[in-house]
């Protein structure tokens, strides 16, 4: 609004579902991209970086969801190893800002997710698809996590 300061549009299921989609087909092209060319220095940031995530708990509390920032760096680190050998920097920039509008809708099904998802299963089903060079099971595994997030945000309202 003029002269009134910022606006934050809408959440909306619609808006979410719109982001999932786009963000699956962006990113399994990436995904893919990146398996081709992976090299061994790749594949050990990959596992690094899926090592810090799995080592660090999703809330800083252990009864109730408390955001961890060190999660949320870890998180976001893990999806982009993921992708980045794709060597596409517009590729990744697109990837990059998809990945900053679906943090909003994740924080808000954090509360009800935190009790309910389990994170690092679905992390760990990716992770091991992609060792295992299974393009097309990484794929389906990495629509399957986004899509688990629009069901609790959906389920939520």
Not at 13 to 38: F, H, K, N, P, Y
Not at 70 to 80: G, I, L, Q, S, V
Not at 88 to 114: H, I, M, N, V, W
């Amino acid at each position: 609004n003029d002269q009134r300061g910022f606006c934050v549009a809408q959440a909306s299921a619609e808006g979410l579902e719109d982001l999932v989609r786009t963000r699956i087909a962006v990113e399994s092209l990436a995904l893919q991209q990146a398996c081709a060319r992976r090299t061994a220095a790749r594949e050990e940031k990959l596992v690094l970086a899926f090592h810090r995530l799995s080592h660090t708990p999703r809330s800083t509390q252990h009864d109730s969801f408390e955001e961890n920032p060190d999660w949320e760096r870890y998180h976001r680190t893990f999806h982009f190893a993921l992708l980045e050998g794709c060597e596409s920097p517009l590729l990744l920039g697109f990837c990059e800002q998809l990945y900053d509008q679906a943090y909003r809708y994740r924080q808000l099904t954090a509360q009800k997710a935190f009790k309910e998802r389990n994170h690092l299963d679905e992390h760990r089903a990716v992770f091991d698809a992609v060792m295992g060079n299974r393009v097309s099971d990484a794929q389906r595994l990495l629509a399957a996590h986004y899509e688990q997030t629009a069901r609790f945000y959906i389920g939520a309202t």
